[in-house]
């Protein structure tokens, strides 16, 4: 089964710090995606990486980044917490398959992050 | 990629009863995936179907697509209360991105 796993469950920050979440998948998936997940918004995605080195911008970017330096590890950086960004924040993985299909994604259990 | 509109939003039956939650959406797709989270955690892939499929089963879960209506049901059958969870539909139209939608809130009595 492919694990994707997120590096902390919880975690309290304050306004402007510099935030790092971490997510490692074992399933050598080329493609790895950060969304946040608010209530009655559902899923969106911030970030997504579909090879080392190589990130897009999702549909919510603006005040973060990412770093993809191995295949299977994909960072979300918050560049200075605001409290706007307190969410629960999901990682997930897939293969590319063909081109003119979407893959399942695999997702981490999520990190809940409350900015202070 | 394009955004699922799940219905209802939520949903609230006896268990031992049948669910039904349908998806929405507006442009031709290739696949259409089901999702589930329950509360606090990730998204569990459940089921996808091809745009040339009309019905598709795994286990208590039967999903139909129309692509002539643009929409897609996901059925649980003789539901538990371990079935209480999030469900989320995910049109597909290719390349790496998938859109959720808000999904529809199950909630299944004992």
């Known amino acids: 089964d492919v694990k994707v796993t997120q590096s902390s469950r919880y975690l309290v920050k304050r306004t402007g710090e510099k935030v790092f979440l971490e997510c490692v998948q074992d399933?050598?998936?080329?493609?790895m995606f950060w969304y946040r997940q608010d209530p009655g918004l559902g899923l969106r995605l911030i970030y997504f990486s579909y090879d080392v080195k190589m990130k897009e911008k999702g549909d919510i970017p603006e005040g973060y980044s990412v770093s993809r330096e191995k295949k299977e590890r994909f960072s979300l950086i918050l560049e200075s917490a605001s409290t706007n960004q307190t969410s629960m924040y999901l990682c997930a993985s897939s293969g590319t398959g063909t081109s003119d299909s979407n893959q399942p994604q695999h997702f981490g259990d999520g990190t809940r992050l409350s900015i202070l | 990629s394009q955004q699922g509109e799940e219905d209802p939003q939520a949903l609230s039956i006896q268990e031992g009863e049948n669910a039904t939650m349908n998806c929405s959406y507006k442009?031709?797709?290739?696949?259409l995936q089901w999702y589930r989270q329950n509360s606090g955690r990730g998204l569990v892939h459940l089921i996808l179907i091809r745009s040339n499929e009309r019905e598709k089963h795994s286990g208590r879960l039967r999903v139909t697509l129309d692509t002539s209506k643009k929409s897609s049901s996901l059925l649980i059958t003789a539901s538990r209360a371990a079935d209480t969870a999030s469900y989320f539909c995910?049109?597909?139209?290719?390349?790496?991105?998938?859109?959720f939608g808000a999904g529809t809130r199950l909630f299944v009595k004992a």
């Open positions: 442009t031709s797709i290739n696949n």
């Open positions: 399933m050598d998936h080329e493609n």
């Open positions: 995910a049109p597909g139209t290719g390349g790496f991105k998938t859109i």
